[in-house]
Nanobody, 126 residues
Framework: QVQLVESGGGLVQAGGSLRLSCAGSGFTPDFHNIGWFRQAPGKQREGISCTSVRDNSTWYADSVKGRFSISREYAKNTVDLQMNRVKSEDTGVYYC???????????????????WGQGTQVTVSS
């Protein structure tokens, strides 16, 4: 049974940093594309970053480029999202997701992912 658990969310001041982790069981993260998504209040879930297993490439949404960094932490068996210089618009529930087939580069689209965590809340105070 596949399970994903996000952790590291919380309340942070604008300009601060936060590190989210995505831990999984029932599958091997090294063999799959992994994506991070967020859903702000009243908005649709959007892709913000992903990492591809085939060439270890990464993708970032323009809104987080240069501030967020995704990484595979092999020692911890997690995929982390380092969030720096956070802004109030970064507030939302953050989800990690796994592309079961991972036959191409990672996608920012929700429909490309098969397994999802429950999410972790990030609130940025101004």
């Amino acid at each position: 049974q596949v399970q994903l658990v996000e952790s590291g969310g919380g309340l942070v001041q604008a300009g601060g940093s936060l590190r989210l982790s995505c831990a999984g069981s029932g599958f091997t993260p090294d063999f799959h594309n992994i994506g991070w998504f967020r859903q702000a209040p009243g908005k649709q879930r959007e892709g913000i970053s992903c990492t591809s297993v085939r060439d270890n490439s990464t993708w970032y949404a323009d809104s987080v480029k240069g501030r967020f960094s995704i990484s595979r932490e092999y020692a911890k068996n997690t995929v982390d999202l380092q969030m720096n210089r956070v802004k109030s618009e970064d507030t939302g529930v953050y989800y990690c997701a796994v592309d079961r087939e991972s036959t191409s580069r990672c996608s920012p689209e929700v429909d490309a992912y098969d397994w999802w965590g429950q999410g972790t809340q990030v609130t940025v105070s101004s």
